[in-house]
């Protein structure tokens, strides 16, 4: 006899215990979105200055990969939550520049780690696993609108007493990261990492955390029989099976992921540029970021379990690449207001559509990987994205912009087609059936 985990009303005490288990992270993260959104904002800046951030988060991920089943998740949150405070209090109290570097390195040390766990370590029953898996989004799409907020406030209205940006945010920083070390109590490992390290009371206790039971029922012991034959289906393979299985899988979702990443901060370098000839940027950054931040809720909230996660990607791929391949051509066609003003709206069309399809390259990192490599690759990903982002803020000036808003939109169409013809269909899917559904080649109508 089996469970059905596909009713959602038996998964639901499941589903929130794991939720609420991320929070914490969530909180991090979204100090993240602000940081990111900051540094690439940001006018004349040094190169270091813009890209220190992503480099540290690189370095973050690196450190997260080493850290899993050597210490329980809330202990490396609450390490997260430290150094979120640090940047919060370092940003708040001086505006000089070599503090306020420093400040931004330990922010994305922390966003880094929080990141590669909050990914690799989400653990759902299959009919909300799409919610769970993509909290991260929301957390990033949550600070890049709070930023884009206070941007507004401090250009539009007056103050009287000399409080900068960086410093207000800094403040903010250190009220998320102390929620932040607060909710770090609530965190819950996967069960996963305990099996892997042959720990299965440790994983029996997590199967009983997530689904909030103080007694075990006939539900955790077919939960926990399911994760312990993944795990053990999975130790049969050898290591180069398992990285042979996460090869293409690797390629398809980094792929999809790094144009999503840049489609978040590329709208920055129009509308700096437009901001000597149009005076609404402060405006259009703060709709920008309510819209992105707007798609991802709807997307993490509802259609990821509902709708499922290729037709949200194929949607959200088609659509955002239709949107900058636009951006591109008026920007090409003439140096006037009217024409920067319908690039500006077709930026906000485009982070709507970015936004909805964000997440769901998280749910697949979460669904894709064997569970001994899953954070290898969940790092290899979150390298590539930013060092795509660290290239892409080499450049700067009218041509570059133009050239990468048609390398977004084309990179966008490549990701429409990957998901179309390679990346499978998950909804409700148990984990070891998602894997296997990836190591398929060829996944049209899947």
């Known amino acids: 006899m089996t469970v059905d985990y596909g009713n959602q009303n038996k998964a639901k005490p499941f589903n929130t215990r794991q939720a609420k288990s991320l929070w914490a992270g969530v909180l991090i993260l979204t100090t993240g979105g602000i940081k990111s959104l900051e540094m690439t904002f940001i006018q004349n ?3 270091f200055d813009k890209t220190a951030w992503f480099f540290a988060s690189m370095v973050g991920a690196f450190i997260g990969y080493l850290l899993p089943y050597k210490f329980p998740n809330k202990f490396i949150f609450m390490f997260a939550s430290v150094l979120t405070a640090i940047d919060g209090i370092i940003s708040a109290s001086t505006t000089d520049i070599a503090p306020y570097e420093a ?3 330990l922010n994305g040390l922390a966003c880094g780690m929080t990141l590669l766990i909050t990914i690799s370590e989400a653990m759902s029953d299959s009919a909300h696993r799409g919610r769970v898996s993509s909290l991260d989004s929301l957390g990033l799409t949550s600070g890049m609108f709070l930023y884009s907020v206070f941007n507004y406030i401090f250009f539009n209205v007056s103050w009287s007493v000399n409080f900068q940006l960086s410093q207000q945010l800094g403040v903010l920083a250190i009220v998320f990261s102390v929620l932040a070390f607060i909710l770090s109590f609530k965190a819950v490992d996967s069960p996963i990492s305990h099996l892997i390290e042959s720990d299965e009371c440790g994983a029996f206790q997590n199967v009983m955390d997530l689904n909030g039971e ?4 006939f539900d955790t012991y077919n939960h926990f029989e399911e994760l312990k034959n993944f795990v053990v289906d999975d130790r049969r393979l050898s290591g180069g099976q398992r990285i042979g299985q996460g090869i293409l899988p690797f390629f398809e979702i980094a792929t999809v992921r790094t144009f999503f990443t840049l489609s978040s901060t590329s709208p920055i370098f ?3 540029w437009s901001s000597s000839v149009l005076n609404r940027t402060a405006f259009a950054i703060i709709i920008y970021g309510a819209v992105r931040m707007l798609a991802a809720c709807l997307s993490q909230s509802i259609l990821l379990d509902k709708l499922g996660r290729k037709p949200v990607l194929l949607l959200s791929t088609l659509f955002s690449g239709a949107a900058f391949i636009l951006v591109g051509y008026f920007m090409m066609a003439s140096y006037s207001i009217n024409h920067i003003t319908i690039t500006l709206w077709l930026l906000v069309c485009s982070q709507f559509f970015a936004g909805l399809g964000q997440g769901v390259s998280s749910v697949y990192m979460t669904e894709a990987f064997a569970p001994h490599v899953k954070h290898l690759f969940v790092f290899l990903v ?18 570059f912009v133009q050239n990468l808003s048609y390398a977004i939109g084309g990179g966008f169409i490549i990701s429409f087609l990957i998901t179309l013809f390679f990346l ?4 409700k899917m148990s984990l070891k059936d998602a894997m296997d559904r990836f190591s398929k080649c060829f996944s049209i109508g899947c």
């Open 103 to 105: 400040s931004s390195f």
């Open 214 to 217: 103080k007694c075990a029922s």
């Open 424 to 427: 499978p269909e998950t909804k």
């Open 270 to 272: 129009f509308l700096t």
């Open 382 to 399: 979150l390298v590539v994205e930013n060092i795509a982002v660290v290239v892409a803020l080499h450049f700067t000036g009218y041509n």
């Open 45 to 47: 800046p040094s190169y």
